[in-house]
C-alpha cells in the first residue's frame, strides 16, 4: 500500500513537471522534444488508468495537470488571438460575423485594444475570414474581454478557467451516466486525465470542453426521460460547436420505434418537439448577431473547411492524388462537396439501420457517425479528436483513444520552414488507427477495459 502510494505520488509529479515543460519551455517546431515529452506522459497516463486509484484521487490529479498551464501561453495554437479579438469586438459593440480583422489593420482602424498583435498571432489567413464561431463560443470570448480587455495573457486565464471549469463538469456528469449504464465511473478518467485532452484543450484553449459539457448533460437528461431538457442543453452544445448537429438523426428510433413497430402517433409529437426545441433555441442564441449579411458570412466561413483548407487527412489525400494522376491538379473543391454527401447517406444509414434504442447504442452511432466524418474530410486539426475521445469511454471501442496518442504525428508539419505535411506521417498514423479500429471490430465482445463490465443497457421508454 505504502508502495502504490509513493508512485502515485512520484508519476503524479514527474507527470506535472513534463506538462510544466510542455507548457512554458517548447516551441510546436521542436518535434523531437514534442515526441519525447508527449510520449512520456502518455506512459503515465497508462499508469493511472490501469492502477486501481481512488475516484478523488484521480480527478484531483485531472485538476492539477490543467492548472498547471494556467498562466501559459498556447504554444501549439493561434486559434485563441481570434478568440480574444472576437470578443472585444462584441465589447465594442461589433458583429463579429460580419467584420474582417484584416479591413481594420489595412485601415489602420484600431478599434479594440492590441490589435495588431492580436492580428499578427492569428495571422493573415484567419484574419482574412469571418469568424466561423457559434453564439455561445462568443459569449465565451465576450467574458475573456469582460474581464481583461487589455492583457492577453489575462484573457488567455480567463479562457482556461472556463475549460478547466468545463473539464470539471464532464467529469461530474460524465461518472454520473457511466454509472447509469453501468459502466464503471472510473472510465472518465480516459478523458480527464488523457495528455492530449489536457494539452490540446486546456493547454491551447480550444472550447471542445464546453461543448462536450453540454453535451454530456444533455445525454444523462435524455436517459433519464427527461427529453425536453436535453433539448436546450443539446442546443447549447451546438451553439458552442456545430458538430452536435450531425448526431439529430440518430435519435429517430428511440422516440419512433417500440419493438418492430413505428409508433408515429404516440412518439412523433415528442421527436418533433425534440427537434423544435434544438432548432429554434440554436436559432435563438443566434439573434443577437442577425443582420442582413450574417448568413453569407458565416456560411462562406464554414464553407471554407470544405472547399479550401487540407490537414492531416485520411481518405480525402488519396482521393487527392487520384484527382492529380487523372486531373493533373486538386480536387479539393470536387471532393469537399463529395465528402460531406458520403457523411449524410453514412449518418442516415446507422439512424435507420442500427438500433438506436438504448442511451449506448446512440453514444455507439454518434461515434461511428462522427469517425466517418472524420475519416473523409479535407481538414483533420488534432482537437477535432476530443468528441471521439469523450464518446468512446460510453462504448466498448477504444480506437480514439489509440488516435489521441498518435495524432500527434500531424505536428510534424510545423517542424518545417515554410509549414508543410510529410504525408508519410499522416500514413503512419492513420495505419495505426485504422488497424486498431478494425481489430476492434473483429472483437466485438471484448471487455470496456481491463477494469471495467459493460452490462448492456435494458430498452426503456421515453
Request: aromatic content about 20%; charged content about 15%; hydrophobic content about 50%.
Given at each position: ?11 503524479s ?7 510544466y ?7 510546436r ?19 493511472f488508468?490501469?492502477s ?6 484521480l480527478a ?15 504554444n ?26 484584416q ?17 499578427a ?17 462568443q ?10 480587455s ?10 482556461r478557467l472556463q475549460?478547466?471549469?468545463a ?8 461518472s ?15 478523458y ?9 484543450l ?9 461543448m462536450?459539457?453540454f ?6 437528461l ?31 428510433k428511440?422516440?419512433?420505434?417500440r ?9 412523433g409529437?415528442?421527436l ?7 432548432i ?16 453569407d ?5 464554414v464553407?471554407?473547411w ?23 491538379y ?13 457523411t449524410?447517406?453514412f449518418?442516415?444509414?446507422?439512424s ?12 455507439t ?7 466517418f ?18 464518446l468512446?469511454?460510453f462504448?466498448k ?26 504525408l ?11 488497424g ?8 466485438p465482445t ?5 477494469k ?11
Open positions: 500500500m505504502f508502495n502504490k502510494k509513493v508512485s502515485f505520488i512520484a508519476i509529479v514527474i507527470s506535472c513537471i513534463l506538462y515543460l510542455f507548457a512554458y519551455h517548447l516551441e517546431t521542436a518535434f523531437g522534444k514534442l515526441i519525447l515529452l508527449w510520449t512520456v506522459l502518455f506512459a503515465g497516463y497508462t499508469y488508468i490501469n486501481n486509484f481512488s475516484f478523488k484521487n484531483a490529479i485531472a485538476i492539477l495537470f490543467r492548472l498547471v498551464f494556467l498562466i501559459a501561453m498556447p501549439l495554437s493561434q486559434d485563441f488571438y481570434r478568440f480574444i479579438w472576437d470578443g472585444r469586438m462584441i465589447l465594442e459593440g461589433l458583429n463579429p460575423y460580419i467584420y474582417l480583422p479591413t481594420f489593420i489595412e485601415e489602420e482602424f484600431f478599434i479594440i485594444e492590441q490589435s495588431e498583435e492580436l492580428y498571432g492569428m495571422g493573415p489567413m484567419n484574419g482574412s475570414h469571418y469568424t466561423n464561431y457559434p453564439p455561445l463560443n459569449l465565451c470570448f465576450l467574458l475573456a474581454a469582460l474581464f481583461s487589455k492583457s492577453i495573457l489575462c484573457s488567455v486565464i480567463v479562457m475549460i478547466i471549469l473539464d470539471i463538469g464532464i467529469i461530474y456528469f460524465g454520473k451516466l457511466l454509472r447509469k449504464l453501468n459502466i464503471n465511473p472510473n472510465n472518465i478518467f480516459l480527464a486525465l488523457n495528455p492530449f485532452i489536457i494539452i490540446e486546456t493547454g491551447n484553449l480550444h472550447y471542445e470542453p464546453v462536450l459539457f453535451l454530456i448533460v444533455a445525454l444523462y435524455f436517459h433519464k426521460r427527461k427529453w425536453m431538457l436535453s433539448g436546450f442543453l443539446f442546443a447549447f452544445s451546438i451553439s458552442i460547436k456545430l458538430i452536435p448537429l450531425l448526431f439529430l438523426p440518430i435519435f429517430l428511440r422516440f419512433l420505434v419493438g418492430k413497430k413505428v409508433k408515429w402517433k404516440e412518439n409529437i415528442k418533433l418537439l425534440f427537434y423544435s426545441i434544438i429554434s433555441t440554436t436559432g435563438i442564441l443566434f439573434l443577437p448577431f442577425v443582420s442582413e449579411f450574417l448568413i458570412s458565416y456560411s462562406n466561413s464553407g471554407l470544405f472547399r479550401s483548407f487540407e490537414f492531416n487527412a485520411s481518405f480525402y489525400y488519396i482521393f487527392r492524388e487520384i484527382g492529380y494522376l487523372f486531373r493533373g486538386n480536387e479539393i473543391a470536387v471532393i469537399g462537396k463529395i465528402a460531406p454527401i458520403l449524410i447517406i449518418l442516415l444509414s446507422v435507420l439501420f442500427r438500433r438506436n434504442k438504448t442511451t449506448a447504442e446512440i453514444i452511432s454518434m461515434l461511428f457517425a462522427l469517425s466524418y472524420y475519416f473523409t474530410t479535407t481538414t483533420m486539426h488534432p482537437w477535432y479528436l476530443a468528441t471521439l475521445v469523450v468512446s469511454i462504448t471501442y477504444r480506437f480514439p483513444i489509440i488516435w489521441s496518442f498518435v495524432i500527434i504525428l500531424s505536428y510534424q508539419a510545423y517542424a518545417n520552414t515554410p509549414w508543410k505535411e510529410n508519410w506521417f499522416v500514413a503512419l498514423e492513420y495505419f495505426i488507427v485504422y486498431y479500429l478494425i481489430y476492434e471490430l473483429k472483437k471484448q471487455r470496456l477495459s481491463g471495467n463490465c459493460y452490462e448492456k443497457e435494458k430498452e426503456s421508454g421515453l
